[in-house]
């Protein structure tokens, strides 16, 4: 079983700073890809950011400049920067990992795993 659990959500006023983080357990074999998505009220999960093992990184053009994501490959976390926040950040925050899993079962494959998500608003 992996489990990924988020910390780091809350109230913060515009023009603020606020970091997550997101950190996977369980039997882990190694992770791909990590990155984290939103939901807004009212609107469809979109894809904020997104960091390879090898640390490449991609960001919604909406992000761009605001938000850094960065990992510890070690620690197996993903941690999400987020910076100049605005109202229109608010929404709730997932995490997620690509982990690479391997039995006899199943053969090896990558399974997406999805933390719990943590509600940001960004209110004055």
């Known amino acids: 079983q992996v489990q990924l659990v988020e910390s780091g959500g809350g109230l913060v006023q515009p023009g603020g700073s606020l970091r997550l983080s997101c950190a996977a357990s369980?039997?882990?074999?190694?992770?791909?890809?990590m990155g984290w998505y939103r939901q807004a009220p009212g609107k469809q999960r979109e894809p904020v950011a997104v960091?390879?093992?090898?640390?490449?990184?991609n960001y919604a053009d909406s992000v761009k400049g605001r938000f850094i994501i960065s990992r510890d490959n070690a620690k197996n976390t993903v941690s999400l920067q987020r910076n100049s926040l605005e109202a229109e950040d608010t929404a709730v925050y997932s995490c997620?990992?690509?982990?690479?899993?391997?039995?006899?079962?199943?053969?090896?494959?990558?399974?997406?795993?999805w933390g719990q998500g943590t509600q940001v608003t960004v209110s004055s």
């Open positions: 960091i390879t093992s090898g640390g490449s990184r």
């Open positions: 369980g039997s882990i074999f190694s992770i791909n890809v």
């Open positions: 997620y990992a690509d982990v690479f899993l391997s039995d006899e079962y199943d053969g090896s494959r990558y399974v997406k795993y």
